[in-house]
């Protein structure tokens, strides 16, 4: 969304920030023995304290509050009391919510407990390539140079991209132009960033997979060529200068 007034600049950090303290509330409370049911319905709890709502559940239906996704999973996992999460387990928790007509959207990967499975090199460069990605953002800059660096920079890492899921506008709805603020650059996408724009950026870095492939759940996502995926996410505010990152508090 552009912002155009101080109070719609309120409701987003608002929004923003309840995101943000879930996603970092559900990682630092999540642990090997739990289901991913039960660290969802910890998540739904938080965003209700604040009086906010789920963002997929009430968009889309989803069933949960928010996504969690484990090991080969790419995104859109659905909770389950059968999904019990195991040490060295790599989890991905993605929460947006609505608080008073306002949406934000954040995520990230991380490696329950020990890293037995060495997983975390994949999420080091996940976080760091998305904070290299936001650093280059202002306005005027084209999305399709963004792309460009996240593409590039997880090839220097020795990964690869999933190229049909993306960043996205984001504010007075969950997903509002611009729509595909994808990981990789599309020569014929002349799209700039705006001064004043609210959006979600967010890495999508493979070991093995570029495309992800929904399965007969119809919400959960998985990698076309296997391989693990770890994504992370921020909401933020484009300026002439850096932008201001409104999910700053989820610790990424």
Aim: glycine share 10%.
């Amino acid at each position: 969304m552009s912002i155009r007034e101080e109070s719609e600049l309120i409701g987003m950090k608002k929004v923003s920030e309840v995101v943000a303290i879930t996603l970092k509330m559900m990682r630092t409370y999540a642990k090997a023995g739990m289901s991913t049911k039960e660290l969802d319905q910890y998540g739904g709890k938080i965003l209700k304290s604040y009086g906010a709502k789920s963002a997929p559940y009430e968009t889309y239906n989803f069933p949960g509050f928010t996504c969690i996704s484990v090991n080969k999973e790419v995104a859109h996992g659905i909770p389950s009391e059968k999904r019990i999460l195991k040490d060295g387990d790599l989890v991905n928790i993605d929460v947006s919510a609505e608080l008073n007509g306002f949406w934000a959207d954040n995520g990230g990967s991380f490696v329950l407990g020990k890293d037995i499975y060495n997983h975390q090199p994949l999420v080091n460069a996940s976080k760091n390539i998305l904070h290299k990605a936001i650093n280059n953002i202002k306005g005027g800059v084209r999305i399709s140079e963004i792309g460009y660096l996240i593409e590039t920079e997880a090839k220097k890492s020795g990964f690869k991209v999933i190229k049909n899921l993306a960043g996205h506008g984001v504010g007075r709805n969950l997903h509002e132009k611009p729509e595909n603020i994808l990981n990789y650059k599309v020569k014929t996408n002349r799209e700039r960033f705006k001064k004043n724009t609210t959006v979600a950026i967010e890495t999508f870095i493979s070991t093995k997979s570029t495309i992800a492939i929904e399965l007969n759940d119809g919400w959960t996502l998985v990698g076309n060529k296997g391989g693990y995926v770890t994504q992370h996410e921020h909401t933020i505010l484009v300026t002439d200068h850096k932008p201001i990152i409104l999910t700053e508090l989820n610790g990424i």
